[in-house]
Every structure is written in structure tokens, then in C-alpha cells.
């Protein structure tokens, strides 16, 4: 129930087209949804997040759709770029504020080809 | 800019030895955490530490141990090295108020082989 499933494992793009990366969960507590971003020789870093009062946060060509229902989150990235290759990890947290632990799915690597 | 800076981006060490992998933070965040990430299973919890002395395990602790002396510095400690080891190490720091206080800031890593 602690787990966060990701889909696909990943991704090959064309510039300018859409990229959707999925995750699902099991436990209703998450409160906190956020996603990372990795490149290369780096650490991830934070991309956006959304909270589950929500169903949709956008911010420039990033996305976040939230589904609480269906309890799933996707990261869509319109116009992709060369420059949004990475990995990409969505994660999941209950009282997050309260010093809740993130739980993060297994990843996803895009590549957007010029 | 919160910094979080480990100290060793790549070792190398024999099977059995004793490892330390060093992780200091500039912003005087009180949460650290130590994870490791491997290709298709992303990032796993290894310990965390809310305070200074403080240390709680995570998702998977075995064959590891931590200390944090000083609220800058947590330190990730692999008694007897094995090959299963043999991965990406990343440390992070979290604020528990402010701006910081939802932001993950995560270190380079550190690629450690066990051989």
C-alpha cells in the first residue's frame, strides 16, 4: 500500500511533441504528490507538485494532472525539448508538512529527439 | 540556494571494507536522509534524521548505519561493503518551515562499487 507505481519506464519523444509520464497509487492518506527531475550527473530536483484538493496544476509547459478517484497522477510536458531529457521520479506523501517521508516510484528516462 | 555537497562522486572499494559516504547541507535544515537509487526501482529510503543524534531507519537499512554528530553533516556507513551495494547514494535536506519546508534538495550523489 506504501508503493507509488510509474509508467513507462521510458519514453522516446520528438521536439515539440507531448510527453506523459503516469503514476498510480494505493494509500488515500497521500497527501502530497510531487515530481523530480534528474539530469545527468545531477541530483533531482524539485519539478512541481500538486496536493490532492486539486485536479489539475500547470506551470509553463509542465503539468500536473491529478485523478483522486482513480488514484492517479500523471506528469504530461507539452512542446518537449532536447533540454527536458531526463529522468523523471513521481512521489507520494502523507503529512508531508508534518515531516512525512516521500515514497517515490521507479522512474522514468526521456529522451526527446531533436 | 540550499547546497547539499557530497564529498565522494565515485569510489571504489573491495568487498568487506569499511565505507563512509559524507553529506553536509549549508541551510540549516533539520531533516536528512540518505536514498539509494537503482535503475528501475527509483529511489529507496535508506535512514533519515530529524535532529542532531536523532536517526531513524527507512525503507531498507540492512547493512547500513548512519550518524549525524552536527546539524549540517549526516554520514551514511556501510560497515562491511558487499557487491550488493554496489550503487548510486543520495543525500538530501528538507526545512521544516518557510519555503524549504517542502522542497526536497538532493545532493550530486555518490556512485559507490563494491568489487
Known amino acids: 500500500q506504501q508503493q507509488v507505481k510509474q509508467s513507462p519506464q521510458s519514453l522516446i519523444v520528438q521536439k515539440g511533441g507531448i510527453s506523459i509520464i503516469n503514476c498510480a497509487y494505493e494509500?488515500?492518506?497521500?497527501?502530497?504528490f510531487p515530481w523530480y527531475q534528474q539530469f545527468p550527473g545531477k541530483g533531482p530536483a524539485l519539478l512541481i507538485a500538486?496536493?490532492?484538493?486539486?485536479s489539475e496544476k500547470k506551470e509553463g509547459r509542465f503539468t500536473i494532472s491529478f485523478n483522486k478517484s482513480a488514484k492517479q497522477f500523471s506528469l504530461h510536458i507539452m512542446d518537449s525539448q532536447p533540454g527536458d531529457s531526463a529522468t523523471y521520479f513521481c512521489a507520494a506523501s502523507w503529512g508531508y508538512n508534518q515531516g512525512g517521508k516521500l515514497i517515490f516510484g521507479q522512474g522514468t528516462e526521456l529522451s526527446v529527439k531533436p | 540556494d540550499v547546497k547539499v555537497t557530497q564529498s565522494s562522486r565515485y569510489l571504489v572499494k573491495r568487498t568487506g571494507e569499511k565505507v563512509f559516504l559524507e553529506c553536509v547541507q549549508d541551510m540549516d535544515h533539520e531533516n536528512m536522509f540518505w536514498y539509494r537509487q537503482d535503475p528501475g526501482l527509483g529511489l529507496r529510503l535508506i535512514y533519515f534524521?530529524?535532529?542532531?543524534?536523532?536517526?531513524e531507519k527507512g525503507d531498507i537499512p540492512e547493512g547500513y548505519s548512519v550518524s549525524r554528530e552536527k546539524k549540517e553533516r549526516f554520514s551514511l556507513i556501510l560497515e562491511s561493503a558487499s557487491t550488493n551495494q554496489t550503487s548510486m547514494y543520495l543525500c538530501?535536506?528538507?526545512?521544516?518551515?518557510?519555503?524549504?519546508?517542502?522542497?526536497?534538495?538532493f545532493g550530486a550523489g555518490s556512485r559507490l562499487t563494491v568489487l
Open positions: 500538486i496536493r490532492p484538493d486539486v
Open positions: 538530501a535536506s528538507r526545512g521544516t518551515a518557510g519555503s524549504g519546508a517542502n522542497v526536497l534538495t
Open positions: 534524521s530529524y535532529d542532531v543524534k536523532m536517526k
Open positions: 494509500n488515500t492518506a497521500f497527501d502530497y
